[in-house]
């Protein structure tokens, strides 16, 4: 295969993963907030307990369909994902609680600088100038379109920093697991999926009561009810998996960048389907700042020196060698 069909592919299968996760990601961000606007399912940990119980039973169907090979993943490593995983769902949702709207979203972009400084730390990568300035951009577009009243306390700022951190580590962890274990995405949930089950059904009630006041087993369901709930769980499959292959393919940055895409679109969405309500001209500008920031990344960061891991020179025919074992070995060609 030449080179260029295979940088085709790569794009292709690339575009795919990416659609895949927008896709599912939308979609339960529309179902959720039905259920819990709507239909007072204010249980967001329980609920992502019952998300990974679904995603545990499709990997135990997919391993005994032949789909997911055993693999090995040391038990130290799984914990560490698990417990920092576990502490961003838990921390997100305790962050929206004792903060402003204005607050957690700049706390979200923060992100995004916090995972640069991991893999500048741990990968030794290094960025370019325009590669830098590039997520500044996107940073401030959806600054511009979503922050408003931004007001700091002191047990607030906390739960930021802790689920910052957290999802920054999670989010880190998922592409470093996959690269040094040779990990498929579906072989990666497999490990994962039911420990964080377990634990976010067992600690989720607690903390659910704890953030809400109210106790998910006294919750009323009905048909309707139980059917957004059903819907919820189905999509959150896919958006697991999407997540696993996207961070798989790209790297945690790429994937904060590439995710405000997805609040962008959420907004235009609202704009498109709710009316005009919310749509002025701060909104517009920052949607349209924040795209040419992720324009200006994909090209910043594709062009040679502009996101590369610093490294000792090889000889030619040792790095070419290199490369091919690195294509060979990618995990998630196939999915």
Not at 75 to 104: E, H, R
Not at 112 to 122: D, G, H, Q
Not at 188 to 205: D, E, K, M, N
Request: proline share 3%; hydrophobic share 50%; aromatic share 12%.
């Amino acid at each position: 295969m030449t080179p260029s069909s295979k940088a085709d592919k790569k794009a292709a299968a690339d575009i795919a993963a990416w659609m895949f996760n927008i896709v599912t990601s939308v979609g339960i961000i529309i179902i959720n907030k039905a259920l819990m606007a709507t239909y007072g399912f204010t249980f967001a940990t329980t609920l992502t307990g019952l998300h990974f119980v679904t995603t545990t039973l499709m990997t135990i169907v997919l391993r005994w369909l032949g789909y997911i090979q055993p693999s090995h993943l040391p038990i130290s490593d799984l914990l560490k994902f698990v417990l920092f995983a576990n502490f961003s769902i838990v921390g997100m949702n305790v962050s929206l609680m004792w903060n402003s709207v204005g607050f957690y979203q700049i706390a979200k972009l923060s992100m995004i600088p916090v995972s640069c400084l991991l893999e500048v730390a741990f990968d030794k990568i290094r960025y370019s100038r325009d590669t830098k300035l590039s997520i500044l951009t996107v940073l401030m577009g959806v600054a511009v379109c979503t922050v408003t009243d931004v007001s700091v306390n002191t047990k607030g700022f906390i739960a930021a920093v802790v689920a910052v951190w957290s999802t920054a580590l999670q989010q880190y962890y998922v592409h470093h697991l996959q690269k040094q274990y040779k990990l498929s995405s579906f072989n990666l949930l497999g490990h994962t999926a039911p420990i964080q089950a377990g634990s976010l059904l067992l600690a989720g009630p607690f903390v659910d009561y704890w953030l809400t006041n109210k106790r998910v087993d006294a919750f009323k369901f009905d048909t309707t009810s139980l059917l957004f709930l059903f819907l919820s769980c189905s999509i959150a499959i896919g958006t697991n998996l999407s997540q696993f292959i996207c961070i798989g393919r790209f790297t945690a940055v790429t994937f904060q960048v590439l995710g405000h895409m997805k609040t962008i679109l959420v907004l235009t969405l609202g704009f498109i389907f709710f009316g005009r309500e919310g749509l002025n001209v701060h909104v517009v500008l920052g949607m349209i700042i924040a795209i040419l920031g992720m324009v200006w990344y994909g090209n910043a960061s594709s062009k040679p020196g502009g996101k590369e891991r610093r490294s000792y020179s090889l000889p030619k025919t040792s790095q070419l060698k290199k490369d091919s074992l690195l294509e060979a070995s990618d995990p998630d060609d196939k999915v």
